[in-house]
């Protein structure tokens, strides 16, 4: 037999499994993602001092129903400027992606990467817009699994659904950081998204694991 085949034949054994598992034992529960409150996410973190929040663009809101959107700007005493954007939601897809929406405001992507600040990995963009350089660090947090029977296979069907789902749809929360690269170095930038992180945590921890 081919390993094409043999591939194929695996992962219909795989689906069948899944099926038999999901008939067995009940539709299984997902991940949805949670409203969190944002709206009390800290305008000082540490050194940085955070200004009032911003308008949302009613545009923006009417494509975004179900989310909400704070967004402020956070200065340090050295007189550096980063802005912060939180976007959080009952529907994952009203959490918008930073490389989609950035380019449809205007912004050029110069550069992707990614970046792992301590357990938690984040995107980096370089974006140009009519000469402003800014960079951009992003990433999604906040995903509450359903408890789920520990019966075996209940567990491998868990895996399996799991496996189709990109982690980003299971997520509550998106972090946005801008930062003028004209003014603030690495280190700046670096500063405050270490700043961030325990409010993000937070924040997050208040979500809630459904039964």
């Given at each position: 037999?081919?390993?094409?085949?043999?591939?194929?034949?695996?992962?219909?054994?795989?689906?069948?499994?899944?099926?038999?598992?999901?008939?067995?034992?009940g539709k299984l529960p997902m991940a949805t993602p949670q409203r969190l409150p944002v709206e009390s996410f800290p305008t000082s973190l540490g050194a940085w001092q955070g200004g009032d929040v911003m308008p949302?663009?009613?545009?923006?809101?009417?494509?975004?129903?179900?989310?909400?959107?704070?967004?402020?700007?956070?200065?340090?005493?050295?007189?550096?400027?980063?802005?912060?954007?939180l976007v959080t939601a009952n529907d994952s897809l009203d959490i918008h992606d930073p490389s989609i929406c950035l380019p449809a405001q205007g912004w050029k992507i110069l550069n992707s990467s990614s970046m792992?600040?301590?357990?938690?990995?984040?995107?980096?963009?370089?974006?140009?817009?009519?000469?402003?350089?800014?960079?951009?660090?992003?990433?999604?947090?906040?995903?509450?699994?359903?408890?789920?029977?520990?019966?075996?296979?209940?567990?491998?069907?868990?895996?399996?659904?799991?496996?189709?789902?990109?982690?980003?749809?299971?997520?509550?929360?998106?972090?946005?950081?801008?930062?003028?690269?004209?003014?603030?170095?690495?280190?700046?930038?670096?500063?405050?998204?270490?700043?961030?992180?325990?409010?993000?945590?937070?924040?997050?921890?208040?979500?809630?694991?459904?039964?």
């Open positions: 037999m081919r390993q094409s085949e043999i591939c194929a034949a695996i992962c219909c054994i795989t689906l069948l499994a899944a099926c038999l598992a999901d008939y067995g034992f949302v663009d009613p545009d923006v809101q009417a494509q975004l129903p179900s989310a909400k959107i704070i967004e402020r700007m956070y200065t340090d005493p050295a007189g550096h400027v980063i802005d912060l954007t792992s600040y301590g357990s938690q990995a984040a995107n980096i963009l370089d974006l140009d817009e009519s000469g402003q350089k800014m960079t951009t660090v992003y990433w999604w947090t906040g995903c509450y699994p359903p408890r789920l029977s520990k019966h075996i296979w209940v567990q491998y069907a868990a895996k399996i659904q799991n496996h189709f789902v990109h982690a980003r749809e299971l997520d509550s929360l998106m972090v946005r950081i801008m930062s003028d690269s004209g003014t603030n170095d690495d280190a700046t930038l670096n500063n405050f998204v270490q700043s961030v992180m325990p409010a993000v945590k937070q924040l997050t921890d208040k979500g809630v694991t459904r039964s």
